[in-house]
């Protein structure tokens, strides 16, 4: 399969622990975006990397999550200190570049008890 | 706040009957694309289609443009009951770096 691949599918955790997710863009591509997608909403975009070099930070992106690309191929998103209101769909998606297809990981659903 | 209103929040209709789903959006953008989401599963890509582009054809989709109104509509012909999922679209907007805003989708149910 040379889709995007999202690990893990599922997690849960008690509030104020921390969680690494990791996303496996399509080889190649260079552009790497996360977006957040809670129940019944669209997804909202998090933050997104031009090759290693992560470009643009939304507000939502508090300073509890970071985001990192080395080497420019995968990509983890932590959050620390987890929060309740952090429970969310967590997606990944890859394109060759900017206005490019967007192809999407099947995401990580975070359940914060 | 999310760029894209859809319309209609929620569509049922029987197989066999044609699904229109409308996006409004607010300002220029570089492409529009639509993506299809099942329940709890990740999003997948529809068709995109740019900003001096009018309509575009996928087998049993049909996707218009409209620029000056600022809007865009995806009809499903013949729909099944696999066409049961939300649709999403996801506008592309000038100046903004390549990030989508989504709007709110609308939940189709196709009854056999």
């Known amino acids: ?113 | 706040s999310q760029q894209g209103e859809e319309d209609p929040q929620a569509l049922s209709i029987q197989e066999g009957e044609n699904a229109t789903m409308n996006c409004s959006y607010k300002t220029s953008i570089n492409n529009l694309q639509w993506y299809r989401q099942n329940s709890g599963r990740g999003l997948v890509h529809l068709i995109l289609i740019r900003s001096n582009e009018r309509e575009k054809h996928s087998g049993r989709l049909r996707v218009t443009l409209d620029t000056s109104k600022k809007s865009s509509s995806l009809l499903i012909t013949a729909s099944r009951a696999a066409d049961t999922a939300s649709y999403f679209c996801a506008t592309d907007l000038q100046n903004q770096g390549g990030k989508l805003i989504f709007g709110q989708g609308t939940e189709l149910s196709v009854k056999p």
């Open chain 1, 1 to 113: 399969d040379t889709g995007v691949s999202q690990d893990p599918r599922h997690k849960i955790t008690k509030r104020g622990q921390n969680v690494t997710f990791r996303c496996d863009p399509i080889s190649e591509h260079n552009r790497l975006y996360w977006y957040r997608q809670t129940l019944g909403q669209g997804p909202e975009f998090l933050t997104y990397f031009q090759n290693e070099a992560q470009l643009e930070k939304s507000r939502l992106l508090s300073d509890r999550f970071s985001a990192e690309r080395p080497k420019g191929s995968f990509s983890t998103l932590e959050i620390q200190r987890t929060e309740q209101g952090d429970s969310a769909m967590y997606l990944c998606a890859s394109s060759l570049a900017q206005g490019s297809i967007q192809y999407f990981g099947a995401g990580t659903r975070l359940s914060v008890l």
